[in-house]
């Protein structure tokens, strides 16, 4: 079902359901109004017939009751008044000849003298009978009048009038809604047409309003640029881990067919399988590390965290790592207090502790120097890590967190590596919502993670 035809028949139903609600509305206030008129005119005949018999006038009471019966033929609707009179006795003056005996006697007059009492019986839909009861100087008046109130003229004008006017403006109004509603539509399927067709730069055309549309439109709006930005991404991911896996890929084959031109001896066999062994462990590491960075940050739930001793696992990452700074030259100086706990992955922070004691003892240069300083508070424990190397130029220090990213002075120097560390550290921090930065100087470079402790 078209969108222009649901607007229209939700338009008609909306309609229908006012109109509906209007004429029963209507009818309770004629059937209120026409009761309200008809208790009036009823207890002016009570008060009428009372004056009739008063005792001081000398009329005979057969003209008396012939005045009643002439006054009451005014009153009457189509023969359904009934009437009683009865002395201050109790003893009959003058009723109507179809009222029943029974009737006759019912007595529930009020006691109050000019004062009239009144209920109402429904009989059928538009059927009522309504009893007057009234307490006269000279008598008492009982009044019965049964009612049919006309109400077919406005039912048959409801059908034959409203419902034609709804039909046409549930027409109208539906199709103005609709191609208000299918405008918005046909802008948000032609955006979804350009992006599934490669078009990641399209947006839908959004207005000014705050209509749920418009909102459903700036969302979308935001969701498309995010899908674009990850696109991006991949598409620079992809190309980055192409380029890093070509160069070993290209030396191992180089290796191999030089191998299998001509008979070698066993020395350069082995020489070749120690170079491929080589090639395979960098692309494993690589790999390993192409695992966590792809890895999104709720694949490491915070349920599987537990409490790590920074102190013993920062000491332990430092020992690792003597070697390096030995044949480096590099003099570590550290500061740690005991037991410093924080909550998180055990297996990532050794990660994030080996890259960063790593890189900063790699950047040294010869005979140089790094300070590892752990502190803390009730909130936060913060590790320092400082080196007095040759400093990150200010145009490279947004990007080294940047995967495959290399400096230029690790490229001028040969030095081997993926470009991958300080991109794991940036991860890890990510998913332990930790914060890093980065100081760097002529003098060195420091990098700082604040861990929170809750």
């Known amino acids: 079902m078209k969108v222009k035809t649901k607007f229209a028949l939700v338009t008609a139903g909306i309609l229908f359901l006012f109109a509906l609600l209007f004429l029963v509305a209507n009818t309770a206030f004629i059937l209120h109004e026409t009761l309200l008129v008809r208790r009036y005119e009823l207890r002016i005949v009570a008060r009428r017939i009372d004056e009739i018999f008063n005792s001081a006038d000398k009329t005979t009471i057969g003209k008396k009751r012939a005045l009643v019966l002439e006054g009451v033929k005014f009153a009457a609707k189509k023969g359904n008044l009934k009437f009683a009179a009865f002395n201050l006795k109790g003893d009959p003056l003058v009723f109507s000849d179809d009222y029943q005996e029974e009737v006759l006697r019912e007595r529930n007059y009020p006691t109050k003298l000019g004062s009239s009492k009144n209920t109402e019986q429904w009989k059928s839909w538009n059927k009522w009978d309504t009893d007057i009861y009234y307490t006269g100087e000279y008598c008492y008046v009982k009044l019965n009048d049964t009612q049919n109130i006309e109400i077919e003229d ?6 034959l009038v409203s419902l034609p006017v709804i039909a046409v403006l549930a027409v109208i109004g539906g199709g103005l809604l ?12 032609k955006a979804a047409a350009e992006i599934a067709g490669g078009n990641l730069a399209y947006r839908v055309p959004t207005s000014s309003s705050n209509d749920e549309m418009a909102v459903m439109e ?3 709006n935001r969701m498309f640029a995010e899908l674009e930005s990850s696109f ?11 380029h890093e896996l070509r160069t070993p890929l290209t030396v191992m084959t180089g290796e191999l067919e030089v191998a299998l031109r001509e008979t070698r001896s066993e020395e350069e066999y082995q020489r070749v399988l120690a170079k491929t ?3 395979v462990a960098f692309l494993r590491r690589l790999v390993d590390d192409m695992l966590i ?18 102190s013993e696992l920062l000491s332990a990452s430092i020992d690792a790592l003597d070697l390096l700074a030995d044949s480096k030259g590099v003099k570590t100086h550290s500061r740690i207090p005991k037991e410093m706990k924080i909550h998180g992955n055990p297996s ?11 890189n900063s003892i790699k950047y040294s240069g010869e005979n140089g120097e790094v300070e590892i300083s752990l502190t803390g508070d009730s909130d936060t424990t913060t590790l320092s890590i400082k080196d007095n190397g040759p400093g990150i130029p200010e145009e490279e220090r947004l990007n080294v967190f940047k995967r495959f990213y290399r400096m230029k002075i690790a490229k001028d120097n040969g030095s081997s590596g993926t470009g991958l560390g300080l991109a794991i550290v940036k991860k890890v921090c990510e998913v332990h919502e930790a914060e890093i930065t980065l100081e760097s100087s002529d003098e060195g470079s420091t990098f700082t993670v604040v861990f929170k402790l809750h």
Do not use: C
């Open 178 to 189: 609709g191609a208000a509603a299918t405008r918005q539509i046909g802008r948000v399927e």
């Open 277 to 279: 062994m080589e090639e």
């Open 154 to 159: 406005d039912i048959i004008l409801f059908f």
């Open 293 to 310: 960075l792809v890895k999104p940050n709720l694949a490491y739930a915070k349920e599987n965290f537990e409490t790590i001793d920074l």
């Open 218 to 220: 700036r969302d979308l």
């Open 348 to 358: 990532l922070v050794r990660m994030l502790l080996y890259n960063l004691l790593h």
């Open 232 to 242: 991006s991404r991949i598409m620079e991911f992809s190309s980055d881990l192409a």
